[in-house]
């Protein structure tokens, strides 16, 4: 019965978005990553990362991260400026030991901004933190 599922509360997992200059493509993007805050490993992370707006949508990725140790940190992506009017969706899911996870960011328009940078101690970098 539903009653009977135990969905635990997720902790320590974190997203940021973090300026930085693209070489590649001579322009300023926002990187974004997974930081791993809690006391213990989460494995076997798989992220679903889409956005979309009113009348336009960005392609479904998916991507896997094998463990991400405390204290520790792994990069998912880069946003390019336009797709920051996006609303931005990262669901996230993984194990710590035998028990399973899930954790939905949403990065609503507007809400990465050079206004909202802050230090972030576990990237050791300046960026927009999400819980």
Same mark, same amino acid.
């Given at each position: 019965?539903? /009653? %009977?599922?135990?969905?635990?509360?997720?902790? *320590?997992?974190?997203? $940021? $978005?973090?300026?930085?200059?693209?070489?590649?493509?001579?322009?300023?993007? =926002? %990187?974004?990553?997974?930081?791993?805050? *809690? &006391?213990?490993?989460?494995e076997?992370?798989?992220?679903?990362?889409? !956005?979309?707006?009113?009348?336009? /949508?960005?392609?479904?990725?998916? /991507? /896997? #991260?094998?463990?991400? &140790?405390?204290g520790?940190? !792994?990069?998912?992506?880069?946003?390019?400026?336009?797709? #920051?009017?996006?609303?931005?969706?990262?669901?996230?899911? =993984?194990?710590?030991?035998?028990?399973?996870?899930?954790?939905?960011?949403?990065?609503?328009? !507007?809400?990465?901004?050079e206004? &909202?940078?802050? =230090?972030?101690?576990?990237?050791?970098?300046? *960026?927009?933190?999400?819980?």
């Amino acid at each position: 019965m539903k /009653k %009977d599922i135990k969905i635990p509360e997720p902790e *320590g997992l974190y997203l $940021a $978005a973090v300026r930085t200059f693209n070489e590649e493509l001579g322009e300023n993007v =926002w %990187d974004i990553f997974l930081l791993n805050a *809690g &006391q213990n490993v989460k494995e076997t992370m798989m992220i679903v990362l889409r !956005g979309y707006s009113e009348d336009k /949508k960005t392609s479904v990725m998916r /991507k /896997k #991260l094998e463990a991400l &140790q405390p204290g520790s940190f !792994g990069r998912l992506e880069f946003l390019r400026e336009e797709l #920051l009017d996006f609303r931005n969706e990262y669901l996230v899911t =993984w194990f710590e030991g035998s028990v399973m996870y899930e954790k939905n960011f949403v990065l609503e328009p !507007g809400q990465v901004s050079e206004e &909202q940078i802050e =230090w972030i101690a576990t990237l050791g970098m300046a *960026g927009v933190l999400f819980s």
